[in-house]
């Protein structure tokens, strides 16, 4: 059983393009993360949300609780968002991760 | 400031030996979290601790265990090796113990067990 389900699980996008990636999710959670994954290995954190909408440059995160689902977009693809796309939930005392969605953005 | 460090960066191991993989938080960070990755999929919780004190543990056996020492810095040690250990192991750091903060991931230990 899988306490979160991303989608798409790989994308491929022309530069420019809006792109939307989903987390859909069957426990109730604090907060959710949205991270963002760099060929290598390394982490970083884009969001943390409780409720509603966050915007940071060209990157926006919902999340509604009732439906248990969040998503990611990115206005304007660039070649270097290419990344692995994982969305996290704060459980008790632990943190459930996604697959992830692996987003490759061609010039 | 210097960021989440992990040492080493790559690991090669044969089956039935020990590791011992660390990590050093963010200066002032005192929450340390362990997550192994393994190939081709999404990293899993390990382990918690805060000021010493383990505040949460995955669904991991126990021949994973993990310390963190006064200064704030982490070991996690793993008996007994499996070819299924293989994985990337990362760690972060955050100020405070909930979870739900925003976490500062290390660049990660790469294990190979043979």
């Given at each position: 059983k899988n306490e979160v389900e991303q989608s798409p699980q790989n994308l491929?996008?022309?530069e420019g393009e809006f792109i939307t990636i989903n987390c859909s999710y069957s426990v109730g959670i604090s907060a959710l993360h949205w991270l963002q994954q760099h060929p290598g290995g390394g982490i970083v954190s884009l969001f943390m949300l409780s409720s509603g909408k966050k915007k940071h440059g060209r990157l926006i995160a919902t999340i509604n609780i009732q439906e248990k689902h969040s998503s990611l977009h990115i206005t304007a693809s660039h070649p270097r968002d290419s990344a692995v796309y994982i969305c996290a939930l704060r459980g008790a005392n632990n943190l459930f991760f996604g697959t992830g969605t692996r987003l490759t953005v061609i010039p | 400031d210097a960021g989440v460090t992990q040492s080493p960066t790559h690991l090669i191991k044969t089956r039935g030996q020990h590791v011992t993989l660390r990590c050093s938080p963010i200066s002032g960070h005192k929450s340390v979290s362990w997550y192994q990755q393994v190939l081709g999929q999404g990293p899993q919780f390990i382990f918690q601790y805060y000021e010493k004190e383990e505040?949460?543990?995955?669904?991991?056996?126990?021949?994973?265990?993990?310390?963190?020492?006064?200064?704030?810095?982490?070991?996690l040690n793993v008996n007994a090796l499996l070819l299924g250990d293989s994985a990337l192991y990362l760690c972060a750091s955050s100020p405070g113990t909930d979870l739900g903060e925003t976490q500062y991931f290390g660049p990660g230990t790469r294990l190979l067990v043979l």
């Open positions: 491929t996008a022309q | 505040r949460g543990r995955g669904n991991f056996p126990d021949r994973f265990s993990a310390r963190q020492f006064p200064n704030y810095s982490s070991e």
